[in-house]
């Protein structure tokens, strides 16, 4: 089953040809800057430490 899915993502990934389109500007303001790298790295950390509480709260109780 790995193997399948796997082999099915690369032949797709390589049957794939991306062409850049001339009327979106490289200004856009969907791209990532300062702040929002640091928002994206502060909730990534934010998540991780809740998660891990979790599991150490849920693991603490079951022995």
Same mark, same amino acid.
């Given at each position: 089953?790995?193997?399948?899915?796997?082999?099915?993502?690369?032949?797709?990934?390589?049957?794939?040809?991306?062409?850049?389109?001339?009327?979106?500007?490289?200004?856009?303001? +969907?791209? &990532?800057?300062?702040?929002? @790298?640091?928002?994206? %790295?502060?909730?990534?950390?934010?998540? +991780?430490? &809740?998660?891990?509480?979790? @599991?150490?709260?849920? %693991?603490?109780?079951?022995?």
């Amino acid at each position: 089953m790995g193997i399948a899915i796997s082999s099915m993502h690369y032949t797709g990934m390589l049957a794939t040809r991306f062409i850049p389109d001339p009327t979106v500007s490289n200004k856009s303001s +969907l791209l &990532l800057n300062e702040y929002s @790298v640091y928002g994206l %790295a502060f909730y990534c950390a934010l998540m +991780l430490i &809740l998660a891990s509480l979790l @599991v150490a709260i849920t %693991a603490t109780k079951t022995n």
